[in-house]
């Protein structure tokens, strides 16, 4: 639907979209995460491995959709200044999410390391515990 906003030149439209969808996307992943990093690092072996007691999990048709959706946003923004700096570091933080769950650490890594180097350059005040949180548990990972 953001899309069609973007080809009508309603980019303030489509940009609110497309951020509603990190949104969503990123509290998914939060909590996906999240019960990832309690499990045993000997029990998570590779991407078909996720946890099952309680909580949030992504079947393999979420797994597609998420990395559909976020890195055609990602493809859109990147180089666009009208998404925002913080809508930008938004949508690194939950790509990251996205491949530490695929445990792609490399590419998460690279992730977090834009986002943070995006919210520098701009001097934006976030709350940026998260962020570094996710870095923290990549660099054990990768």
Known sequence: ??????????????????????????????NVV????????????SFV???????EILDEAQE?????????IYDLQQNNSNYGAANMVMLLHTLALLHT????YLKAQEFIQDALTIAQENEL????????????FIATKA
């Open 64 to 72: 597609a959709e998420a990395i559909q959706m976020l890195h055609a």
């Open 125 to 136: 005040v976030l709350d940026l515990s998260a962020v570094e949180n996710l870095k923290n």
């Open 34 to 45: 999240n019960l990832e990093e309690t499990q045993a690092e000997s029990t998570l072996t």
């Open 101 to 104: 769950h695929l445990l792609g």
């Open 49 to 55: 491995d996720k946890p099952t007691q309680g909580g």
């Open 1 to 30: 639907m953001a899309n069609v906003f973007f080809r009508k030149g309603q980019t303030e439209t489509a940009h609110n979209i497309y951020s509603e969808v990190v949104n969503t996307w990123s509290e998914m992943l939060k």
